[in-house]
């Protein structure tokens, strides 16, 4: 039973930004961090909510797309860079290591029989989607129960120990998926939502483009039919996780780290099927994929980075994470001016600027 | 004895490269960290350099200029600022706690007498500078000894045990100070170059600007004369402090992650005396200040972080040391494609964007 997304506490953001007035800095100087940390006491209704217990759901599955030679990659690489994650030799697990997080990786729809492995969550809704310039990438029914996975590995670490969710991707051509789904929420059109990803030359790039096109013409009647509907007509099963992990770290207030493109397609979604989820997520990067601002604008976030990542996998998130605990430190830890018999202003009352 | 800058290893950098390009990733896909890996083994001679001793130099010095009503705060806060910094309440401490880097304070020429503290290095070249609006702010030979000063602050560390260097400031009035030197080195006016520092309003930041320009006219023929000259008539103590600190970090390779725009005019000091210095900078943040951006493009650095911040103390130097490292992490410990048997490519070459 999908849980109701509480709205953020106002009152705690209010007594945040009253102690950010009075801590031993100029009004404002620490800028973002600022706004951040009041966020924070919004989602969690603390002005110091833990952050200890950090956890990057790094999602699988394949794409019946990459047929359309969409990818700079097979997507045999899926499966492989799963195995990559669990054997912890990936860009996430070396991230997820630095910065104090855990990797949960999931098989939501990986093409391929992986090993029985403790370290992965086999949760395969089917072997792949279907091919989204021909017809439907899944069934509804299937999009419900990818996304109702989704919703269960997030209850699975709660119990386990879970402060801040981190979500994270992997699959060949995913942000072909993701392209459609960013220009069916949108209304854009796939020339300016459709990039490289990872590194597609301009023969791939019009095949993708000409790829998501058809995938929006043959799929139109199910994107306007709902959120749900467009999810299982363009989505993918790690997208549709996403969701799921989204959703469900909404609903018990836990703060969500938006990885890049393909995570910011499923925060879209997440968005559209409950818009008080925008309230819980913290955009973590702007990716250098083509259709990324037009997907952080929608969703009214700004990232905190902005470093020309284009990798996934939740590397953007991990990344972020030490700004998102910074931010709580400073509120929490900072001497006041009373405290720190510090001069308030003297000379004239600082602008706000 | 000023030690010369040795150049960065590009041997080193070679091999950084050449590893980026195996690891399990699409090319070029972790952004600017993938650069950042590369320079940081330039600047040690290493692939993987530690970076555990991080120290983040935060000296202070009072500016006679803060006379002419430049600042949003009285003269007064500097030396209370500093004995925040001694009791740990200061954003600086709290950052330097949630990062792993230890703090060292020095007195460069605070305008008080601070009580003898274990945590406090007592180094005052003299009590704050002349007001540069109407004079030098120190002589020749007072810079000289600033400089001297910071490079035996960094020494001291090296013994204890040192892999990185933070720079940070504070001092009432710093940022007037900081202006005249940008205009100084960069020949730009004080209308594109002056900026609201802590947050002066309207009126403050034209007697800011006026002042600069007066600083500017009557230090008309030291700042003719060279770096060392332009810097004891416009410069402060701290500043000067902080130039030493780099030259010194630099000439030992160790990468100096360079705060905002007080810690930038002391870079631009430094690169002035020292062209083969910027090898070895990291821009940590893009300071709110006006002219930072000025600063940066002079310097050739990209920052790290852009947060809107206009802090000081060090504090977006300490918030880009987790980017740092999780460069060197990234280049050393992820899989190579034949480690982990992942397809390096197929379908098509990927192209570089």
Same mark, same amino acid.
């Given at each position: 039973?999908?849980?109701?997304?509480?709205?953020?506490?106002?009152?705690?953001?209010?007594?945040?930004?009253?102690?950010?007035?009075?801590?031993?800095?100029?009004?404002?100087?620490?800028?973002?961090?600022?706004?951040?940390?009041?966020?924070?006491?919004?989602?969690?209704?603390?002005?110091?909510?833990?952050?200890?217990?950090?956890?990057?759901?790094?999602?699988?599955?394949?794409?019946?797309?990459?047929?359309?030679?969409?990818?700079?990659?097979?997507?045999?690489?899926?499966?492989?860079?799963?195995?990559?994650?669990?054997?912890?030799?990936?860009?996430?697990?070396?991230?997820?290591?630095?910065?104090?997080?855990?990797?949960?990786?999931?098989?939501?729809?990986?093409?391929?029989?992986?090993?029985?492995?403790?370290?992965?969550?086999?949760?395969?809704?089917?072997?792949?989607?279907?091919?989204?310039?021909?017809?439907?990438?899944?069934?509804?029914?299937?999009?419900?129960?990818?996304?109702a996975a989704g919703r269960e590995l997030v209850r699975t670490e709660l119990e386990a120990g879970l402060d801040v969710v981190l979500t994270g991707d992997m699959g060949i051509a995913n942000t072909t998926a993701s392209a459609a789904i960013v220009c069916a929420f949108t209304g854009l059109s796939p020339a300016v939502v459709v990039g490289r990803g990872t590194g597609v030359d301009d023969e791939g790039l019009m095949r993708k483009r000409d790829a998501?096109? @058809?995938? $929006?013409?043959?799929? *139109?009647?199910?994107?306007? +039919? #709902?959120?749900? =509907?467009?999810?299982?007509? !363009?989505?993918?099963?790690?997208?549709?996780?996403?969701?799921?992990?989204?959703?469900?770290?909404?609903?018990?207030?836990?703060?969500?780290?938006?990885?890049?493109?393909?995570?910011?397609?499923?925060?879209?979604?997440?968005?559209?099927?409950?818009?008080?989820?925008?309230?819980?997520?913290?955009?973590?990067?702007?990716?250098?994929?083509?259709?990324?601002?037009?997907?952080?604008?929608?969703?009214?976030?700004?990232?905190?980075?902005?470093?020309?990542?284009?990798?996934?996998?939740?590397?953007?998130?991990?990344?972020?994470?030490?700004?998102?605990?910074?931010?709580? @430190?400073? $509120?929490?830890?900072? *001497?006041?001016?009373?405290? +720190? #018999?510090?001069? =308030?202003?003297?000379?004239? !009352?600082?602008?706000?600027?």
């Amino acid at each position: 039973m999908p849980s109701a997304i509480p709205p953020v506490d106002v009152q705690a953001m209010e007594s945040a930004r009253a102690r950010q007035a009075v801590l031993t800095k100029p009004a404002g100087s620490l800028g973002r961090l600022e706004d951040l940390s009041i966020r924070l006491a919004g989602m969690t209704g603390r002005l110091d909510p833990p952050l200890g217990d950090a956890v990057v759901f790094t999602l699988a599955a394949d794409h019946g797309v990459a047929a359309e030679g969409v990818s700079a990659y097979p997507a045999e690489v899926t499966p492989q860079m799963v195995l990559n994650f669990l054997r912890g030799g990936a860009a996430i697990n070396v991230l997820a290591r630095e910065v104090g997080a855990r990797v949960v990786v999931a098989d939501m729809g990986v093409d391929a029989d992986l090993p029985a492995d403790p370290g992965l969550r086999a949760v395969k809704i089917r072997r792949g989607t279907g091919n989204i310039a021909l017809g439907p990438a899944m069934t509804v029914d299937e999009a419900s129960r990818a996304i109702a996975a989704g919703r269960e590995l997030v209850r699975t670490e709660l119990e386990a120990g879970l402060d801040v969710v981190l979500t994270g991707d992997m699959g060949i051509a995913n942000t072909t998926a993701s392209a459609a789904i960013v220009c069916a929420f949108t209304g854009l059109s796939p020339a300016v939502v459709v990039g490289r990803g990872t590194g597609v030359d301009d023969e791939g790039l019009m095949r993708k483009r000409d790829a998501v096109g @058809r995938a $929006l013409a043959v799929n *139109a009647a199910a994107i306007g +039919a #709902g959120a749900l =509907e467009t999810l299982a007509a !363009v989505g993918g099963l790690e997208i549709a996780g996403l969701v799921g992990v989204i959703l469900e770290a909404a609903s018990h207030r836990k703060p969500v780290i938006v990885d890049g493109f393909i995570s910011g397609a499923a925060a879209l979604t997440a968005t559209a099927m409950e818009p008080a989820v925008t309230g819980y997520l913290i955009a973590s990067h702007r990716s250098q994929e083509l259709g990324h601002g037009a997907v952080l604008e929608r969703l009214g976030l700004a990232p905190l980075l902005d470093l020309d990542l284009r990798l996934g996998e939740g590397t953007g998130a991990a990344l972020a994470l030490p700004l998102v605990r910074a931010s709580v @430190r400073l $509120l929490n830890d900072m *001497a006041t001016f009373g405290e +720190a #018999g510090v001069s =308030e202003r003297a000379i004239m !009352v600082p602008t706000t600027e």
